[in-house]
């Protein structure tokens, strides 16, 4: 183990907060049964992860996760609340004794885990010396693109990045399949039947 | 005239949020920002616009059956760049392969340049028509329904 002791700086103060906040935000859309405020509650989540991201500098994610998280999500998380009700259902509170156990020992056992992890900033960490580190001293060799992220994503590791395409894609074809053109009414708007005909 | 002031403003902001997706599509390679991003952004201005003016009018801007053409172009770019670079002889995705004789690894900026446009293409498309499936099964509903 190394000798790495975190570095306390006024920035640490912020991430904490702003996990915090993103603690607070998840229990009160546990809590909430509007729909709506859970959406809006769910793209303030993505706003608040995105914040984090950029106070540890990882711009190309926290930009990701501003656009798509909060932005597109939120969108469409809307579009799909407007196809059923606006307000969960009511769940009868009742206790589970097997479940409070499992998800307390799972907790315990990862609390317990997180003893074991580098501390934070370590830079002998296993994530930040052997294939980080490549990457950081090749990249100017081998690519010569200054934005060592796209460097990774579109040509160390492009095959992943050609996967990742071919997943959106297939969510694409997959809610035109179950949603759209092509079906056997021909693609017109036709009342769904209620439940009691 | 209803919503006058969302409108204006929509279609002041439309013009420069496609050209933010253009920088940060191209830009990819020297900040923050790509491909997926750039598709985000592009497809963020059409839902602006839907929003506004009503899906009917944005879908007579871009019609659903370009966007699955879209869809499938942006992949077959992808693709295509990686089968390009094995014919000049490169393994799959293998950029060097574009320009050999480049001391500065051009090859390597053009293979990342066609690649995310393929990435930019078809993310766009495809957020755009999951938004398109999503909004036009239910007619415009009441400001009271909310």
Not at chain 1, 54 to 82: P, Q, Y
Not at chain 2, 102 to 110: I, K, L
Request: aromatic fraction near 10%.
């Amino acid at each position: 183990m190394s000798s790495f002791q975190t570095h306390i700086s006024p920035l640490l103060f912020l991430d904490l907060s702003l996990l915090t906040m993103l603690v607070l935000v998840a229990f009160a859309m546990l809590r909430s049964r509007q729909l709506f405020a859970v959406v809006m509650l769910s793209g303030i989540y993505s706003l608040l992860s995105a914040a984090f991201f950029v106070s540890l500098d990882a711009v190309d994610v926290a930009f990701t996760e501003a656009a798509v998280g909060a932005g597109v999500s939120t969108v469409l998380m809307l579009g799909g609340m407007l196809l059923t009700a606006r307000r969960e259902k009511p769940v009868t509170p009742g206790r589970a004794p097997v479940a409070l156990a499992v998800v307390l020992a799972t907790g315990a056992a990862l609390i317990y885990a997180t003893i074991d992890m580098p501390a934070f900033g370590d830079p002998h960490s296993p994530a930040n010396s052997s294939i980080g580190q490549m990457y950081v001293d090749e990249t100017p060799n081998d690519i010569a693109v200054p934005n060592i992220v796209t460097a990774v994503l579109a040509s160390y590791r492009g095959f992943d990045t050609l996967g990742e395409t071919m997943v959106i894609f297939t969510a694409g074809v997959a809610v035109i399949l179950l949603l759209g053109i092509g079906s056997v009414r021909g693609g017109r708007r036709i009342a769904d039947r209620d439940e009691d005909e | 005239m209803e919503r006058l002031i969302l409108k204006v403003t929509t279609k002041i902001l439309f013009a420069p949020i496609i050209l933010f997706a253009l920088y940060v599509q191209f830009h990819g390679d020297y900040g923050p920002g790509g491909g997926f991003q750039a598709g985000v952004i592009f497809a963020v201005a059409f839902i602006l616009h839907a929003f506004c003016f009503g899906l009917d009018e944005t879908k007579k801007a871009l019609p659903q059956k370009a966007l699955i053409v879209a869809m499938v172009i942006g992949l077959m770019f992808y693709a295509g760049t990686g089968v390009a670079t094995m014919l000049l002889g490169g393994n799959l995705l293998g950029y060097d392969a574009i320009d050999p004789a480049s001391t500065h690894h051009a090859g390597q900026h053009y293979g990342i340049l066609l690649v995310e446009w393929g990435v930019g293409v078809t993310v766009a498309s495809t957020m755009l028509t999951i938004f398109y499936h999503f909004t036009g099964r239910e007619p415009d509903i009441d400001q009271e329904d909310w």
